[in-house]
């Protein structure tokens, strides 16, 4: 069984600061997501990456894909309260079912 | 663009009451997937149709059937409900699962909360 882990569970900081957030697993995924959940609404697709090491930004948001494929991190540079939710990685390979780690809980304070 | 509709988007039973989950996609997607979402354990999947006329179990099918009633539609039915399964249900959706390697979204509803007392 594939599992997916994502560090911290919780994180409450500043606006302003910088924040990293992570997930793991000790299988190799051929792709990975992040999605965003906010209350009372569905996950919301942020990126995806495909290739071992590749490096994707999204505004203040840059996301990186381990070399080895069975890892990756979420940067947030001078996080904003609307930044605010629940952070979620999903890992998919050919023909399965994406596997989604419990999520990281982020709360940004004015 | 409604994209995933779910209903309804609250709902308390009592031990033993029975309910469908209703859940349309307006996207022409091929997959369609039902998740539980409980504090700290993330997306669990209950059941998914890969395509029209398929079904089949996920992580955690127990408690529940589903019925894929066209490519739009695809619900999800607790015969008789248990406390256990009080929890945030979503329904989601995506081109084809066979893509699900190379990252193609899912696009999730917003959620059918559902408590059994």
């Known amino acids: 069984t594939q599992l997916l882990e994502q560090s911290p569970q919780f994180l409450s900081i500043q606006e302003g600061e910088n924040l990293t957030v992570y997930c793991n697993s000790s299988?190799?995924?051929?792709?990975l997501q992040w999605y965003r959940q906010e209350p009372g609404e569905g996950p919301v697709l942020l990126v995806t990456?495909?290739?071992?090491?590749e490096v994707k930004k999204l505004k203040r948001l840059t996301f990186q894909f381990g070399d080895a494929r069975k890892d990756s991190s979420l940067h947030i540079t001078a996080a904003q309260p609307g930044d605010t939710g629940l952070y979620l990685c999903?890992?998919?390979?050919?023909?399965?079912?994406?596997?989604f780690g419990p999520g990281t809980r982020l709360s940004v304070l004015p | 663009n409604a994209g995933v509709t779910q209903t309804p988007k609250f709902q308390v039973l009592k031990t033993g009451q029975s309910m469908t989950l209703q859940c349309a996609q307006d996207?022409?997607?091929?997959?369609m997937y039902w998740y539980r979402q409980d504090p700290g354990m993330g997306l669990r999947l209950i059941y998914y149709?890969?395509?029209?006329?398929?079904?089949d179990k996920g992580e955690v099918p127990n408690g529940y059937n589903v019925s894929r009633l066209n490519k739009r539609e695809f619900s999800l039915r607790l015969e008789s409900a248990a406390p256990s399964q009080t929890s945030v249900y979503f329904c989601?959706?995506?081109?084809?699962?066979?893509?699900?390697?190379?990252?193609?979204?899912?696009?999730f509803g917003d959620g059918t909360r559902l408590s059994i007392l």
């Open positions: 990456v495909v290739t071992g090491g």
């Open positions: 149709s890969a395509s029209e006329g398929t079904t």
């Open positions: 996207m022409n997607h091929n997959s």
């Open positions: 999903a890992g998919g390979n050919y023909g399965q079912n994406f596997v």
């Open positions: 989601a959706s995506s081109v084809l699962i066979q893509n699900t390697g190379t990252g193609q979204p899912q696009h």
């Open positions: 299988s190799v995924f051929s792709s």
